[in-house]
């Protein structure tokens, strides 16, 4: 005992010279004799008052004295040394004085602990209280420190409640047990009165959690409010946190269900809730309208990417990203088609068209499919789905290519000048870098058509320091692979000969296989040149391709992730899956090129496709010819053999016509229409003369040595507002330019903060990704709602800070700051 009284008094005379020591229950006099302190006196008060008053004050002014009465303490009006132990301290040998000595707070303190006192029982929770605790301290604050303990967060009251609220989540009670064991529960309720303005005949965290999700509700529709707008600040921020992302969701939904969120929804118009987002139901609801909009063509294509781009900022957005961007993408679709103009007079026009603007409908059509398909809501958009499939396959596809198939017919030889040839891709597009003495790095990927390739031109602009162009060009016919492939080598004569598969052949030699074209590429260019495969590219270390780089002049690198997927009939569907995977690859492969010093970069295809997402009718095959013809070779979009003759339903070829040697005859289904062939699928298929097929990229890439990249600006209107007058702020933010390739999104936390650098509003992340050249469409409204804290800053300077994320990291750095004055009336408190 001797021991610890001595520990317990060296700790207060590290802060008060004067000690007082009541002995309320006379028992501790031995202890008092036997303590040894050094540099401390002691001395009993027993009527000598006065006497050491004058020791104290006049004698050893800068003496310590530990002055001990046996007996409780004397009442203020008998007590002549008050004034001396109000100006110094007191040391208690009860538990509670212990306690207090231990965390080294004064008595004032002795009442939290005395309400308290099952908190105190447990070490571990006193040495996590004491390292909370600072010299500056309240009582207040101390029983709120001793919340975050029991509740294992941080000492403020919104981290409680989301721990709190983390635990009910999960169905968990053990950190709400300890609180109420603590005693701590009343002292949590009247703060969140005091703060939220919660109060209940029964309170409890689920209870709370239910009135707060229905009164934020109702703040942004017009219901009943029984809680403050700090609550609703609370909220927000809560739903933002990646760390309670979670528990949000969880008891977002459960509320949704007790509050019949659902039924509520129904009557609303869906406009009317873009900007709320508490609930999974309200994207579900928006979403739901959207589709029947769009089904009904009552809505713009403007509105609904706006909309869209709306709801991005809100919680729920990555979960259903799939839906809206289905939504928006078909209805760009739609739009695109009742613009288009169909009709061409010649080859070369439709296909300089068809690479100028009707290409894009195969593009929206594509990512209407990919994301539909990702979603995987197939009663949601069923309608939707069958009326996009009708729209591209009828009234787009097929009108096309009909009209296009009038050109095709006409045409005595396919040629479409001035469009290149793909057979002059190697003296076009190779040859002039090696006149120059220049590495060329050539990529091929397989079925990767024009539309695919528009795509890829603008995710490879985006990349800083890369620039590329690109160029169209007429495949050869028929559009298959062996063929294509051929014509992309260095050739003089290609002929198909009569074996059964199709072999394309280079000067008599076969160009089937990548070691093939490998010795085709070396006797053709006539210098250091190599062909491999991509994922063999891929896989080399740094070295490995320095060195293959250092020993080649010519590479080509042949990818086949499309083709090979949609040529499977079992796969076939996931062809626009397909497409998303190359176009990932074929960025990564140019910047490993890049990165190894390769700068002049070529990318084209070997042909086209076509896709149709849905069985086919029958109208949509063409029977196959009489039997006894020669037939070599039979694909579902063309014919080989020899003596084929006219057949109705097809366009009949020579060799001569196509560019080609020997006497290879060739039969191709007009527009889009298929053969029948046993085991092979029909939704995607290659080797007709559809511009799907025929129209391929090429596309010229480099690496600059300066960046060209940067991200677009962003102003705040304030329309000459300059003082906050009211608990919430609107504010307009404008980003300066459109987006393009080069100008990219800019995304920026946003929020209102005091001198002192604390958040006193909710805050927001804003995407500025806007491609509108119409300025009105590149602004976007925000409302903020003020915290209580920004009550105590009422009549100072307050700022808007807009910060940017640093990448790679959890850092900000600010980007601009707004500088506003908080006036605030009395009056505002008021519900008037």
């Known amino acids: 005992m001797n021991d610890r009284i001595a520990q317990a008094l060296t700790k207060l005379f590290e802060r008060h010279r004067i000690i007082f020591w ?46 001990y009465r046996e007996g409780p303490q004397p009442e203020d009006l008998d007590n002549w040394l008050l004034d001396v132990q109000l100006a110094h301290g007191e040391f208690r040998t009860d538990q509670v004085a212990l306690w207090l000595s231990e965390l080294e707070l004064g008595m004032a303190f002795a009442e939290v602990v005395e309400d308290h006192v099952e908190f105190f029982k447990a070490a571990k929770r006193k040495e996590a209280l004491k390292r909370r605790l600072e010299s500056d301290d309240t009582p207040g604050r101390v029983r709120m420190k001793m919340l975050s303990v029991c509740a294992q967060a941080e000492p403020r009251l919104d981290a409680v409640l989301e721990s709190l609220l983390e635990e009910l989540s999960e169905e968990e009670d053990g950190r709400w047990r300890i609180l109420v064991r603590c005693g701590l529960d009343s002292y949590l309720w009247q703060q969140m009165e005091r703060q939220y303005g919660y109060h209940s005949d029964a309170p409890g965290t689920k209870d709370f959690v239910i009135e707060l999700f229905k009164s934020c509700y109702a703040m942004e529709t017009g219901g009943d409010v029984h809680l403050s707008s700090e609550a609703l600040v609370f909220l ?23 509050l019949n969120i659902e039924q509520e929804l129904a009557k609303r118009d869906f406009r009317d809730l873009l900007e709320v987002d508490y609930f999974s139901l309200i994207d579900q609801k928006i979403i739901s309208d959207l589709v029947q909009e769009v089904v009904a063509r009552t809505v713009t294509p403007g509105d609904v990417t706006r909309w869209v781009r709306q709801r991005r900022q809100g919680h729920w957005y ?13 209805s760009q679709f739609i739009h695109g088609l009742a613009e288009a103009t169909l009709e061409m007079d010649s080859l070369a026009e439709g296909i300089q068209r068809y690479a100028q603007s009707w290409y894009r409908l195969d593009l929206h059509y594509r990512k209407f499919v990919f994301h539909i398909r990702s979603a995987g809501q197939a009663a949601l958009t069923s309608e939707l789905a ?31 000048s001035p469009v290149r040839l793909q057979r002059e891709f190697f003296s076009a597009w190779v040859q002039p870098f090696l006149s120059r003495n220049k590495k060329v790095f050539v990529i091929i990927s397989d079925a990767l058509r024009y539309e695919i390739g528009d795509e890829l031109l603008s995710r490879i602009r985006k990349e800083d320091r890369f620039d590329a162009k690109l160029e169209p060009v007429l495949s050869m016919l028929p559009s298959y692979t062996q063929l294509g492939m051929a014509a992309l080598l260095p050739n003089q004569e290609l002929e198909i000969q009569d074996d ?28 250091r040149s190599v062909a491999l495969q991509s994922r063999d590219f891929l896989q080399m270390n740094r070295e490995e391709c320095r060195s293959l780089i250092r020993e080649h002049d010519v590479f080509y690198i042949y990818q086949n992730i499309i083709d090979k997927t949609g040529d499977a009939s079992d796969s076939e569907e996931r062809a626009f899956l397909a497409v998303e995977e190359t176009l990932e690859e074929l960025v990564k492969l140019l910047k490993k090129l890049a990165g190894n010093n390769a700068n002049n970069m070529l990318l084209t295809a070997d042909h086209g496709f076509i896709y149709q997402d849905h069985a086919l009718d029958e109208s949509e095959f063409v029977e196959i010819f009489a039997k006894g013809k020669d037939v070599s070779y039979l694909n579902r979009r063309f014919v080989l053999g020899h003596y084929l003759g006219k057949q109705k339903g097809m366009r009949a070829f020579e060799p001569e016509a196509l560019g080609l040697s020997g006497d290879m005859e060739v039969l191709i289904p007009k527009s889009i229409n298929r053969l029948r062939v046993k085991g092979a699928g029909s939704r995607f298929v290659h080797g007709g003369a559809s511009l799907q097929e025929v129209v391929v990229p090429v596309l010229q890439i480099h690496k600059k040595r300066k960046s060209d990249v940067r991200a677009v600006d962003i102003d705040v209107l304030r329309g000459g507002v300059s003082t906050i007058t009211s608990g919430q702020l609107s504010v307009a933010f404008y980003q300066a330019e459109p987006v393009t390739d080069k100008v990219q999104p800019r995304t920026l936390r946003v929020g209102i903060y005091n001198q002192s650098g604390e958040l006193i509003s909710d805050s927001h992340t804003l995407n500025f990704d806007f491609a509108s050249e119409n300025a009105r469409e590149r602004e976007l409204k925000l409302r903020f709602v003020l915290s209580h804290k920004a009550d105590e800053a009422n009549g100072q300077e307050v700022f808007l800070r807009l910060e940017e994320p640093v990448s790679g990291t959890s850092h900000y750095k600010e980007y601009a700051l707004e500088r506003y004055l908080i006036r605030r009336s009395f009056t505002t408190d008021f519900d008037l």
């Not at 006065?50 to 006049?58: M, N, W």
């Not at 992302?245 to 269900?257: H, K, P, Q, T, V």
């Not at 990555?318 to 078909?330: E, K, T």
């Not at 396959?393 to 005595?412: E, G, P």
């Open 500 to 527: 059964g598969k199709a072999t394309a052949y280079i000067d008599g030699k076969s160009s089937t296989g990548t070691s093939n074209r490998d010795k085709i590429l070396k006797s053709g260019c006539g210098c």
């Open 386 to 416: 069958r009326q996009i499939n009708d729209l591209y396959s009828n009234n787009y596809l097929l009108t096309l290519n009909d009209r296009w198939q009038t050109q095709v017919d006409a045409a005595k030889k396919w040629a479409a």
């Open 236 to 258: 927000r921020r809560w739903k933002d946190s990646r760390r309670h992302e979670e528990a949000f969701e969880n008891l977002s939904d459960e509320c949704a269900w007790i």
């Open 22 to 67: 009541y002995d309320a229950k006379k028992e501790l006099r031995s202890d008092f004799e036997g303590l040894k302190l050094p540099g401390i006196e002691k001395l009993e008060v027993a009527n000598n008052e006065f006497g050491v008053k004058y020791r104290l004050l006049r004698e050893k002014p800068e003496q310590k004295f530990l002055l």
């Open 318 to 330: 990555a979960q259903y990203l799939d839906l809206y961007q289905a939504i928006d993408y078909a």
